[in-house]
């Protein structure tokens, strides 16, 4: 089950998780949303795992993704609106990811 959160201008964003997981949104610890106007939303995430981690957006491609405030590459497939990207192998058991996408 993935929450599915509906902004004041009708777009939808939903954290799918980790991919490859069978229970993907298990992943999420935490999740936050924020929209500062119709066309600039972030959320906020923390996340445990390491893998491929998924999430819905009806709004298009993000401006950014940071994992710890840095940079990380993502893709973004326009037909189905998912955007993908990698989280590593954390270096400590149980660490929480910071992940924040700017859309």
């Known amino acids: 089950v993935v929450p599915v959160k509906e902004f004041s201008n009708g777009s939808k ?3 799918v998780g980790l991919m ?3 229970n ?3 992943a999420i610890v935490s999740l936050t949303y ?3 106007n119709e066309t ?3 959320i906020k995430m923390k996340v ?3 893998g491929l981690f998924g999430v819905y957006s009806s709004i298009g491609r993000p401006r950014n993704v940071t994992v710890d405030s840095e940079d990380v590459e993502y893709h973004y497939k326009p037909d189905s609106g998912l955007v993908t990207f990698t989280l590593g192998v954390p270096k400590k058991e ?3 990811w ?3 996408i700017q859309i």
Do not use: H, I, K
């Open 94 to 96: 149980l660490y929480l």
């Open 13 to 15: 964003l939903a954290p």
């Open 48 to 50: 445990r795992g390491s």
């Open 40 to 42: 600039n939303f972030v």
């Open 20 to 22: 490859e997981m069978f």
């Open 34 to 36: 924020q929209e500062s």
């Open 98 to 100: 910071d992940v924040v």
């Open 24 to 26: 993907s949104g298990g």
